[in-house]
């Protein structure tokens, strides 16, 4: 079973500065999945990738499958960024998604 | 449709009772997942459809949850007898196919509460 963690747990931070959350998992994959939970629930899938680095807006996402590690980073972070982000990994061996515990970002004004 | 619906939105149930919750995926997604999320825990995978078939029900809880897809369609999961324990939100996501490689689109949840 894959082991995915992410670190760190909690994070706060002031607008405009660059964040970077890190996510970890245990076993080979597919793909590696950044998600974003807003209070209320609902989540917002943000990038999905296999390898190298992906780019939209202000948050980019990248992949060393060889370390099996992936950053997720936000440029010039503001309050409405504030949010749960997960990792999630799909492959090695399991049907759906095998999720990190999440990062809860606070971007203060 | 525009995206993944789920409702209800909230339920509210009885120790004992059962309740049944449902999922509407995108139209043309094949694949369909359940996942649950107890409050302060990470996303666990319940169960997964391809089309109306769902290989593989080791991720339900116990035997009291059930699920089941009508076409590549909605989808309900019915849990039986519900304990204080199966409070959770419970999401539904679709994808194009089961591929590993494919984007799921989350619904926005139900929020079941067991009194």
């Known amino acids: 079973k894959n082991e995915v963690e992410q670190s760190p747990q909690n994070l706060t931070a002031q607008e405009g500065e660059f964040i970077t959350i890190n996510c970890s998992y245990s076993?080979?994959?597919?793909?590696l999945h950044w998600l974003q939970q807003h209070p209320g629930g609902g989540i917002v899938s943000l990038f999905m990738l296999s390898s190298g680095k992906k780019k939209h807006g202000r948050l980019i996402a990248t992949i060393n499958i060889q370390e099996k590690h992936s950053s997720l980073h936000i440029t010039a972070s503001h309050p409405r960024d504030s949010a749960v982000y997960i990792c999630?990994?799909?492959?090695?061996?399991?049907?759906?998604?095998?999720f990190g515990k999440g990062t809860h970002l606070i971007i203060q004004p | 449709g525009a995206g993944v619906s789920q409702s209800p939105s909230n339920k509210v149930t009885e120790k004992g009772k059962d309740v049944e919750l449902r999922c509407d995926p995108i139209?043309?997604?094949?694949?369909l997942y359940w996942y649950r999320q107890r409050l302060g825990q990470g996303l666990e995978f319940l169960i997964y459809?391809?089309?109306?078939?769902?290989?593989?029900k080791s991720g339900l809880p116990s035997d009291r949850f059930s699920a089941e897809r009508t076409g590549e369609s909605v989808s309900t999961l019915t849990i039986q007898r519900t304990q204080q324990e199966d409070s959770a939100v419970y999401l539904c996501?679709?994808?194009?196919?089961?591929?590993?490689?494919?984007?799921?689109?989350f619904g926005p949840g139900t929020r079941l509460t067991v009194l």
């Open positions: 996501a679709s994808s194009l196919d089961v591929a590993e490689y494919n984007e799921q689109f």
């Open positions: 459809f391809q089309g109306n078939s769902a290989p593989d």
């Open positions: 076993v080979g994959i597919s793909a």
């Open positions: 999630a990994v799909s492959g090695g061996g399991a049907d759906g998604l095998t």
């Open positions: 139209s043309g997604h094949t694949a």
